[in-house]
């Protein structure tokens, strides 16, 4: 036996050695592109990379493609990772339960379905059966389908498909009750939703983008139209465009008795401004109802001419108001739920009651309120984790959420309106025994003192050594809430001795706007501090060590791998930057980055330029710096982060690694923003590459 594992572990040091010595990277042609920003030059040598259509990137792509092929296939124990993965998505789960009169909706994925599928059933006693099956669209999965919200009348349900996840889509519509399709249709939208009213419904649109352009033209000039049930979009009547800010987006949303019709305007992930109509009856002109950017005012309902507003108007975590249609300033004012400590995530108002779902330590905690703002129920939850959902409409007399945590696996309750009972209504069983792990919350000083919350989930009884692989995953930006979620293929690095690390930085929204905008603008260095505080954390504290240490995160979350790993390439063994924004100087240019400005800035603007010119990922990268075993991924149908991103990002790094550690780029075709919309095949072969390449590099092989 001893012969045996010496001789494994020796063919295993010099496949690993072998692999790295002999690391060639494809050549990237390089250009002479300089831009001026403000007496500043700044090369751009990678640039022609951005053109996704074009016969020298494709070609890039594909040398890319197969040398990263090539070095993951190497490695020994990847078919055993991918077989493992595989296990841990292997269960039937739960998910988006809701109600639409006498009809219950959720959908479920047996176990390894690219996709999951959408069930109807009457009554709770019914029996479910097959309401929309996104499988049965294409072959390979690429085809995601979301369910939209039901008609007011509950006899309509809207849902929108997209196609190798890109966030164009086109929206569809069916009888609830007969399963009929009906043969309107809605092309070329971004933002999805409708507006119902009893005859149709407004909807929001972009212009179609010129062909060859439509993964990377930018999204501007929304509008809002009314369609009518039965007619063509050709035929529907043009409502409301912002003519004076093309890069203005657009949200429509109705009130349930069919009086209003409310437009949101917002320039990006800041604030918003409301302007609405009377669309029951007579003077039907649009008026501004919440004027300006700097503040949210969300609409959660309404009971006559008297409507409810979720706001942070002078309360930095939301409180709620009524205020009257005909007269919304602020003298008119009346507050109805004050604001807590907590931060107030969501708001439902059913009937006479607001369900309310407030943060706690980003953790989930729900309080009922009848119309006054009288506290009436403070309902339990499993454990500490995420609830979501508390959907419904005005004669409900129960609802359904969704709950999950780090340790719970996805599922639906059942939420009895009157007496706050919950009740399970599908139970996802996980196939392992979920009480061998466990999550719990640390917390830790940043640079500057301030206090940051962690979650920290492995196996019971697992000890503090510096060979425990460790990923840090992690976000912080545009307000985002990052709460306890169940990742099925981290307990592979789990079943390895391994730590799952989730800190809530600065620019997310688990504490509120001050915590968001703590983190955004001139201020985004903060989150890069955040996340570098945790690694010093884990390590000091002895979780794990530098050299198995993994970072990760995804979009926003890509940006900050990328900007961390450097400005302190020593501070891990391996770097998974994905679909990040990794050029700050040029994100504005391409589909939805326009909308990106209010939470990171522009180069176009003199001011702001240096403080992106200073943290850009793609702008930092220097010669002669060993930076981490590097994964970097993305997708050729990401409209959302483009790209040339990575692209250009990796190119560079390529270029100037000075020390063995492999840089690849991973690039999936017919796939789009990360996991969006992606089939569960290519899901998994992502993690398997993912989790192969971060115990490869950490010189761990994984228990069979």
């Known amino acids: 036996m001893k012969s045996f594992l010496f001789a494994l572990l020796f063919s295993f040091i010099l496949v690993t050695t072998t692999a790295l010595a002999q690391l060639k990277y494809p050549v990237s042609k390089k250009m002479d592109q300089v831009d001026d920003y403000f007496g500043t030059k700044v090369n751009d040598p990678y640039r022609w990379l951005e053109n996704d259509t074009a016969a020298n990137t494709k070609q890039w792509i594909r040398m890319e493609q197969r040398f990263t092929e090539n070095y993951l296939l190497k490695i020994p124990f990847r078919t055993l990772v991918k077989k493992q993965i595989e296990k841990t998505y292997n269960y039937p789960r739960y998910y988006s339960g809701f109600k639409a009169g006498e009809y219950i909706f959720f959908s479920k994925n047996n176990g390894l379905q690219n996709q999951s599928v959408y069930y109807c059933q009457k009554g709770l006693e019914g029996s479910p059966k097959i309401f929309i099956d996104p499988n049965t669209l294409s072959k390979d999965g690429s085809i995601s389908v979301v369910l939209d919200g039901p008609s007011f009348d509950k006899k309509y349900l809207a849902y929108h498909i997209n196609k190798n996840g890109s966030d164009w889509s086109t929206s569809y519509f069916v009888e609830i009750a007969t399963n009929t399709k009906l043969k ?20 929001t649109i972009y212009p179609e983008p010129a062909k060859g352009t439509e993964l990377t033209a930018i999204a501007r000039n929304a509008k809002v139209y009314f369609h009518k049930l039965g007619n063509l979009q050709a035929q529907d009547e043009f409502i409301y465009e912002d003519t004076s800010n093309p890069n203005m987006g657009l949200g429509i949303q109705t009130s349930e008795d069919g009086r209003f019709l409310f437009i949101s305007k917002s320039p990006g992930s800041t604030g918003f401004e409301v302007i609405g109509k009377r669309i029951d009856g007579p003077n039907q002109n649009l008026k501004t109802l919440f004027k300006g950017y700097e503040f949210q005012n969300g609409i959660i309902g309404n009971l006559h001419d008297t409507l409810f507003i979720e706001t942070n108007d002078g309360a930095g975590n939301f409180k709620i108001i009524s205020t ?138 697992i000890k503090k050594e510096a060979g425990n692989p460790t990923l840090l995953y992690a976000y912080g930006g545009f307000d985002v809430n990052i709460t306890p979620f169940f990742w099925s293929s981290m307990f592979e ?47 000091s504290e002895k979780y794990t060590s530098k050299a198995k240490l993994a970072i990760m995160g995804g979009s926003n979350g890509g940006l900050l791998i990328g900007a961390v790993m450097t400005q302190r390439p020593e501070i891990c063994r391996v770097a998974i930057p994905e679909v990040g924004v990794m050029d700050m100087l040029r994100f504005q240019k391409f589909t939805s980055g326009v909308f990106w400005t209010t939470e990171y800035g522009s180069s ?18 220097k010669s002669g710096v060993n930076y981490p075993a590097t994964l970097v991924i993305t997708a050729d149908h990401d409209d959302r982060v483009v790209p040339m991103h990575s692209f250009k990002f990796a190119a560079t790094l390529q270029e100037k690694q000075s020390g063995k550690n492999p840089v690849l780029i991973r690039i999936t075709t017919n796939q789009g923003h990360g996991a969006s919309g992606s089939s569960l095949k290519k899901n998994i072969e992502s993690m398997t590459d993912i989790l192969s390449f971060m115990f490869y590099n950490m010189g761990i092989t994984p228990k069979p």
């Open 604 to 621: 176009d603007s003199l001011r702001q330029f240096p403080a992106l010119y200073k943290y850009s990922p793609l702008h930092n990268i």
């Open 184 to 203: 309107d249709s809605i092309a070329w939208r971004r933002d999805g939703g409708v507006a119902w009213v009893k005859n149709g419904f407004y909807y």
């Open 324 to 461: 009257d249609f005909n007269n919304t300033s602020k003298e008119n004012w009346k507050e109805v739920v004050p604001e807590k400590k907590e931060k107030l995530d969501f708001a439902s108002l059913i009937g006479r009651k607001i369900i309310t779902g407030y943060l706690v330590n980003a953790t989930s905690k729900i309080y009922q309120y009848d119309i006054d703002g009288k506290l009436e129920l403070e309902p339990k939850l499993p454990v500490l984790g995420t609830a979501y959902g508390f959907g419904g409409f005005k004669d409900d007399k129960y609802l359904f959420y969704d709950f999950t945590s780090f340790t719970s696996t996805p599922s639906i309750y059942k939420y009895d309106l009157a007496t706050g009972r919950s009740e399970i209504f599908k139970n996802s069983r996980y196939i392992l025994d979920l009480n061998t792990y466990e999550a719990n919350q640390v917390f830790y000083k940043s640079k500057d003192g301030t206090r940051i919350s962690m979650f920290l989930v492995h196996k019971k009884g």
């Open 493 to 539: 690095l789990l079943e390895n001795n391994g730590i799952l690390a989730v800190p809530n930085l600065r620019g997310g929204g688990e504490y509120g706007e001050e915590w968001h905008k703590a983190g955004m603008l001139d201020k985004k260095q903060n989150v890069f501090d955040d996340f570098m505080a945790a690694a010093d954390y884990l390590v």
